[in-house]
């Protein structure tokens, strides 16, 4: 798939067509990926019943701390921390209602916070090819299990570790 991604689909980055995923997807867990992802775009446009089609596909569900989608408020995709925080909590019961573990991930491009200004370099060398040159960069270090905590207190805190912890234990295991 990596070399499929590189070599036959490559369009500005790396890209996996479905058809080469369901047909090499054996022995693979697939996640839901990040805010420019499938699922995530059809839960902030489509109906839940689309979502649900949409999810089962996946063998876990994915979503990031907010803070790492601060780029969908600077651009406008949406309203404000409430609004993205109640998208992310749609995501949360959706995987609830499909029986798909849902992981809260940090969507890590650098281990330290202070590496920030290294991918802000590296992404304006990419100029219109990369999408984050229109707004603000996140902050996408590695964050502690506290840390992570911490973003999602807005789940209640064992919501917040089953998504924190333990899931992400058992897609690990």
């Not at 909590?89 to 290294?118: Q, S, W």
């Not at 603000?136 to 807005?154: A, D, G, Q, S, Y």
């Not at 209640?156 to 234990?169: D, M, P, R």
């Amino acid at each position: 798939l990596v070399s499929i991604s590189h070599t036959q689909t490559f369009y500005r980055v790396p890209r996996i067509r479905r058809s080469d995923l369901q047909k090499l997807r054996q022995g693979l867990i697939v996640g839901s990926g990040c805010s420019n992802g499938e699922l995530f775009e059809t839960i902030m446009n489509k109906t839940e019943e689309e979502a649900e089609k949409v999810a089962r596909f996946y063998d876990y569900l994915e979503v990031h701390p907010p803070a790492v989608y601060s780029q969908l408020i600077d651009g406008g995709f949406v309203h404000d921390y409430a609004n993205l925080e109640d998208t992310l909590r749609r995501i949360v019961m959706l995987g609830k209602r499909l029986n798909l573990p849902v992981c809260a991930t940090g969507n890590v491009h650098y281990l330290d916070e202070t590496d920030h200004k290294f991918r802000q370099i590296l992404i304006g060398s990419m100029g219109g090819a990369n999408s984050l040159n229109r707004f603000p960069h996140p902050k996408v270090h590695f964050r502690t299990t506290n840390e992570m905590l911490k973003e999602f207190e807005f789940l209640g805190y064992e919501l917040a570790k089953e998504i924190v912890v333990t899931n992400t234990q058992k897609i690990a295991d």
